[in-house]
C-alpha cells in the first residue's frame, strides 16, 4: 500500500494550518476567477481564456472545504496533477 499524500493548506476561517491527505478528497470544483485585491471574483468558463483569469480548486474532504488558487505553489500543481489524471478517466 502506498503513502498517503499530503498537502498543507490554511484555512482564512479557522486561522489553522491543515494537512489533508489528497486520498481523503471527496469532490473538486473548479472555477476561473481574477484576483480584485484580496479577493477572486469568479468570471465565466468563456472569460476563462482571459489572461487574468486564473483556476481557482475548491477541495471538499471531510466536513472542510479550502480554495487553492496560486499557480507557483506546490499545493497548487498537487491539485491540478490530481484534477488532470481524474478527468483523463
Avoid: C
Avoid at 498537502?7 to 469532490?27: A, D, M, Y
Avoid at 481574477?34 to 489572461?51: E, M
Avoid at 498537487?78 to 488532470?84: D, P
Amino acid at each position: 500500500m502506498s503513502q498517503p499524500t499530503f498537502i498543507r493548506v490554511f484555512s482564512q476561517t479557522g486561522q489553522k494550518e491543515i494537512l489533508v491527505n489528497l486520498n481523503s478528497i471527496w469532490k473538486v470544483e473548479v472555477v476561473y476567477a481574477i484576483l480584485k485585491g484580496d479577493t477572486f471574483h469568479p468570471v465565466s468558463l468563456s472569460a476563462s481564456t482571459d489572461p487574468d483569469a486564473v483556476r481557482v480548486y475548491t477541495l471538499f474532504f471531510g466536513s472542510e472545504t479550502v480554495k487553492v488558487a496560486f499557480e507557483d505553489s506546490p499545493v497548487f500543481r498537487a491539485v491540478e496533477e490530481l484534477y488532470k489524471n481524474a478527468i483523463k478517466g
